[in-house]
């Protein structure tokens, strides 16, 4: 019987790595070769976060996570605006948690887990794009969370 993951809708056979174990094996290989895979890293954690409701569990963790999502696709992942967004949240700013969406995208992390270094950059993207457009409703919240940051918002969208 296949399990599926009540989060993010991975579906696994029995002996196949979870969501979790695929998680750690990311991590895991991100920090080993960060030549290689750091670039999508931060991408593809929040990405992981948003899909999982244990990691947004307060507002703060969920604008770390969405609002990491709103940087790297719609303010092209801009260091500067991420980092302010960082500091900003490391002083608890009062937030309100909205709702969390029950769908929360049709790719997962196995939809990047095992593709070639030359395809794992479009891969990363597509499935964090695919979760940022499952938390549609609450975009513009995120959006208005960059500055209050101090963070300059200059959207590409």
Known sequence: MREV???????T????????ALRDALLARDFEQPALYWKYHRMALDAYCVQHSAYV??????????????????????AVTLK?????????PKLQKPELPSYRGSLTIA?????DLLNYGRAV??????AWEAYRDLQPIAREWLPRSGARSVVRR
């Open 5 to 11: 993951c009540s989060e993010c809708g991975l579906r």
């Open 13 to 20: 056979d029995p002996g196949e790595p979870n969501c979790a």
């Open 57 to 78: 569990k307060s507002a703060k963790s969920l604008a770390a996570h969405l609002g990491g999502l709103c940087v790297a696709l719609e303010h092209d992942n801009n």
């Open 84 to 92: 302010r967004m960082q500091q900003w949240l490391s002083a608890n």
């Open 111 to 115: 939809d990047v887990w095992g593709v």
């Open 125 to 130: 993207e597509a499935w964090a794009r695919s």
